[in-house]
């Protein structure tokens, strides 16, 4: 039954949770998601979070009960080979292990508009692991849309590539700038078949090596999907 009211938040204890943190016995995690709401910003025209809520406790209804729709481009979130090629794999049906292991977290902070093989310096000197994060921005933009920012040059999609990566990422909504007609950044993902993360936050993540965890749902017909990307400790 349909009730246009919302429920009560839920109980102090059920939502503080520390982004970074050390328990006994498990290793360091960075939160790398923005937080996911509907003021979340989109691409413009893109489907920001909406949620309706179909049912909520009360007499009527021993559950709240909710629909959200958006676009999977909110948030962190992995695009599929679908977003950018009609003939392309959705995002559940890719193979997971491109989004779970090592991985490099680059610094190129203010690089401008697009990063250059220089920007990454001797962080990409020798051995690289199969996954690349690369922080452009002092502090994500978690809260509102910013049409000027960092994206990758093709060409250092290229050189990843050919160095053995298999995903890369970056903490703005693209890897091709905001007014980009052709896309050729994400056309390199296309041909060098390699997966993407966009949106992280990496305000707080030195410069390094980590386990990146960063699971795509098993949307089997979708373009993207959003992602809960983590950061472990090696
Ligand atoms: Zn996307």
């Given at each position: 039954?349909?009730?246009?009211?919302?429920?009560?938040?839920?109980?102090?204890?059920?939502?503080?949770?520390?982004?970074?943190?050390?328990?006994?016995?498990?290793?360091?995690?960075?939160?790398?998601?923005?937080?996911?709401?509907?003021?979340?910003?989109?691409?413009?025209?893109?489907?920001?979070?909406?949620?309706?809520?179909?049912?909520?406790?009360?007499?009527?209804?021993?559950?709240?009960?909710?629909?959200?729709?958006?676009?999977?481009?909110?948030?962190?979130?992995?695009d599929a080979p679908l977003h950018f090629d009609p003939q392309g794999a959705?995002?559940?049906?890719l193979?997971?292990?491109p989004?779970?292991?090592?991985?490099?977290?680059?610094?190129?902070?203010?690089?401008?508009?697009?990063?250059?093989?220089?920007?990454?310096?001797?962080?990409?000197?020798?051995?690289?692991?199969?996954?690349?994060?690369?922080?452009?921005?002092?502090?994500?933009?978690?809260?509102?849309?910013?049409?000027?920012?960092?994206?990758f040059a093709p060409r250092t999609l290229e050189y990843l590539a050919d160095l053995g990566v298999r995903l890369v990422?970056?903490?703005?909504?693209?890897v091709d700038?905001?007014?980009s007609?052709d896309l050729p950044s994400h056309q390199v993902l296309r041909q060098r078949h390699l997966r993407v993360?966009?949106?992280?936050?990496?305000?707080?993540?030195?410069?390094?090596?980590?386990?990146?965890?960063?699971?795509?749902?098993?949307?089997?017909?979708?373009?993207?999907?959003?992602?809960?990307?983590?950061?472990?400790?090696?």
């Amino acid at each position: 039954m349909a009730r246009p009211n919302t429920p009560a938040p839920p109980e102090k204890d059920d939502t503080v949770r520390p982004s970074r943190g050390k328990f006994r016995g498990m290793t360091t995690l960075w939160d790398i998601s923005p937080a996911v709401h509907p003021g979340s910003p989109v691409f413009p025209g893109d489907t920001p979070l909406r949620q309706h809520w179909d049912a909520t406790i009360g007499p009527d209804s021993a559950v709240n009960l909710s629909t959200l729709t958006f676009s999977p481009h909110i948030g962190a979130h992995a695009d599929a080979p679908l977003h950018f090629d009609p003939q392309g794999a959705a995002i559940g049906t890719l193979a997971l292990e491109p989004y779970l292991g090592l991985c490099r977290v680059i610094h190129a902070i203010d690089c401008g508009p697009l990063i250059e093989w220089a920007h990454l310096g001797a962080a990409v000197q020798g051995a690289l692991p199969a996954r690349v994060l690369v922080r452009t921005r002092r502090k994500a933009a978690v809260d509102h849309w910013d049409s000027r920012f960092s994206a990758f040059a093709p060409r250092t999609l290229e050189y990843l590539a050919d160095l053995g990566v298999r995903l890369v990422g970056i903490d703005t909504p693209s890897v091709d700038p905001a007014d980009s007609p052709d896309l050729p950044s994400h056309q390199v993902l296309r041909q060098r078949h390699l997966r993407v993360l966009e949106n992280l936050v990496l305000d707080e993540v030195p410069a390094g090596d980590y386990e990146l965890i960063a699971l795509p749902l098993k949307l089997t017909t979708a373009d993207a999907s959003p992602v809960r990307a983590v950061l472990r400790a090696l």
